[in-house]
């Protein structure tokens, strides 16, 4: 199956700086990407969807100012946490879909953001 | 936008027996609906998938099956181990590369011995 690499796995930041996830589709490329959030023994919540060369749209409820998003190339995706703050602390996981007829989606490994 | 409902949030089976969690969504667009194990801290596993021109799937021990009329569709794990013990999330979505996948609120599945 397609690959999705996501870095960092685990990061530690201080409260007030901002924080860079990145989400790399290794083996296809990928128009459009998603980022999830998941809260400890919650589900995954849709973030926002990353489109290569315009802007993401973003969920009902997700500051985009605060989750900045860049999807700069057709296999890099990235997240930036900004003004972090501890309730920004969560696992984030980004995914996307090589398409060509398929519906899978495939998942980066997640990203633990610890806030502290 | 879609949404998607899941339960039981636990569900506990002795080993040996089946466990059946329910799915019910909102959107009748969705045409693809994966089912994923998510172990603690790791990605979610895609374990089956179902598309709207079938009605059931079977992969060995698990199976899934579709109502669309409803807008209902169910995991079905036969013969559980101890090794299916995880959280279970089912999911709606569309073919399309660019369609988003939304999420159930998940169930957690306890194997007991």
């Known amino acids: 199956g397609a690959v999705v690499s996501q870095h960092p796995s685990r990061v530690i930041c201080k409260s007030g700086t901002s924080v860079k996830i990145e989400c790399r589709s290794l083996?296809?490329?990928?128009?459009?990407m998603f980022w999830y959030r998941q809260f400890p023994k919650q589900s995954l919540m849709l973030m926002a969807t990353?489109?290569?060369?315009?802007?993401?749209?973003?969920e009902q409820g997700v500051e985009k100012d605060k989750f900045l998003i860049n999807h700069a190339s057709l296999t890099l995706s990235t997240l930036t946490v900004t003004s972090a703050h501890p309730e920004d602390s969560s696992f984030y996981i980004c995914?996307?879909?090589?398409?060509?007829?398929?519906?899978?989606?495939?998942f980066g490994q997640g990203t633990r953001l610890t806030v502290v | 936008g879609e949404n998607v409902e899941q339960h039981p949030s636990t569900l506990s089976v002795q080993e040996g027996d089946s466990a059946v969690i329910k799915c019910t969504y909102s959107d009748s667009a969705s045409n693809y609906f994966p089912w994923y194990k998510q172990e603690l801290g790791k990605r979610p596993q895609l374990i089956i998938d179902i598309r709207s021109n079938v009605g059931e799937k079977k992969d060995q021990r698990i199976a899934v099956t579709l109502n669309k009329t409803a807008k209902h569709f169910s995991l079905h794990i036969t013969e559980t181990q101890p090794e299916d013990s995880a959280v279970y999330f089912c999911a709606a979505s569309t073919h399309s590369s660019a369609s988003k996948i939304i999420f159930g609120s998940g169930t957690r599945l306890s194997i007991r011995p």
């Open positions: 990353s489109n290569e060369g315009s802007k993401a749209t973003y």
């Open positions: 995914s996307a879909k090589p398409g060509q007829g398929k519906p899978e989606a495939f």
């Open positions: 083996d296809f490329q990928a128009t459009t």
